[in-house]
């Protein structure tokens, strides 16, 4: 599909069509009670947001720098940013990819809304002392023999908490609450979305951690392979991920939702991707890029592709749908 110096095959051999016919994991019998047990120890937590001027300019946006608190007593940084000209008609949590997030890229949607782009803890403004810093393969991999305590399941209470401070900064817009996350941010949204009924509708991007016993299997670059060579050394924690699966978890999402999917992924395989996709028999949409985390010709025309695809469903669907606070 592209020229490439990896050594396998970035679409592990899967046509457009036989992407989507790939079946997810039967999520294990204690999947949703686990989550659910989670989501209510997380959600006693007050986020109490506090607010500071910030350095950072966005045309049309009032932006201050945010610090809250996060399950059990984490304090997360990030941006809360508000339109200036117009109106907001939602409240939109923002989360980001393995890189982190270092900086605002871009706004993701082009109607008035008001933004939390958090960091997850362990990146940029959610450093903490006990955890990698802004290291992707050892993040993805902290605590991973013990379900319980696997750093995946706090960064899920992350998207919990910046949607408490979200909504208790700007409660006007609160019930019309949407989630944008992609690669990492994708599926950790996917783990999250299921168990809080705050959030009515969700973009997903390239979603990762999808279809573990799948994923364990085959090789790719980053986060995905960390895991892969802890597993080859350690096989124990298969019992583990799968709790963390975020195509077991699209089984129990219930709001609408646009998914974008890449065909050739050398760090989120596709099928992984498509798993979650696939899975989800709820309200979505699906975008396809011909390629994730990989630059090519024509990248710009399929992302601005997809945006526009994105913009479309949730404007529509804010527009379509009255939700009373």
Not at 266 to 271: D, E, G, K, N
Request: proline letters at 9%; glycine letters at 6%; aromatic letters at 14%.
């Amino acid at each position: 599909m592209f020229k490439h110096d990896y050594p396998f095959d970035p679409t592990y051999g899967y046509s457009p069509e036989k992407l989507l016919l790939i079946k997810p994991p039967t999520p294990h019998p204690e999947f949703a009670r686990f989550w659910q047990d989670t989501h209510a120890q997380a959600s006693q937590i007050p986020s109490s947001p506090q607010l500071t001027p910030s350095h950072t300019k966005i045309k049309n946006y009032d932006v201050h720098d945010i610090t809250f608190t996060a399950w059990p007593n984490t304090q997360l940084g990030g941006w809360f940013i508000t339109p200036i000209k117009q109106p907001p008609i939602a409240n939109i949590v923002v989360s980001h990819g393995y890189g982190g997030r270092q900086l605002i890229d871009s706004i993701p949607f082009n109607f008035p809304a008001n933004y939390l782009f958090y960091c997850s803890r362990g990146f940029d403004r959610s450093k903490q002392s006990d955890l990698p810093y802004n290291d992707s393969t050892q993040h993805v991999i902290h605590n991973i023999t013990d379900r319980d305590q696997y750093l995946h399941r706090y960064c899920v209470a992350d998207i919990w908490a910046a949607a408490s401070a979200l909504n208790q900064l700007a409660p006007k817009t609160s019930s019309q609450l949407i989630y944008h996350g992609g690669s990492f941010g994708g599926g950790m949204g996917v783990l999250a979305l299921p168990w809080d009924n705050r959030f009515i509708a969700a973009c997903i991007t390239v979603p990762s951690f999808g279809n573990h016993p799948l994923r364990l299997t085959i090789p790719c670059i980053g986060s995905g392979e960390s895991v892969r060579q802890t597993y080859e050394k350690n096989p124990v924690i298969k019992d583990v991920l799968e709790f963390y699966d975020a195509a077991s978890a699209a089984q129990f999402m219930s709001i609408p939702t646009h998914y974008t999917c890449a065909h050739f992924d050398p760090a989120v395989p596709p099928p992984g991707q498509f798993s979650v996709y696939n899975a989800n028999t709820s309200q979505k949409k699906l975008a396809t890029i011909q390629a994730g985390h990989f630059i090519y010709r024509g990248i710009k025309k399929d992302y601005d592709s997809f945006y526009a695809s994105e913009n479309q469903f949730i404007y529509n669907y804010l527009t379509q749908n009255t939700h009373s606070a």
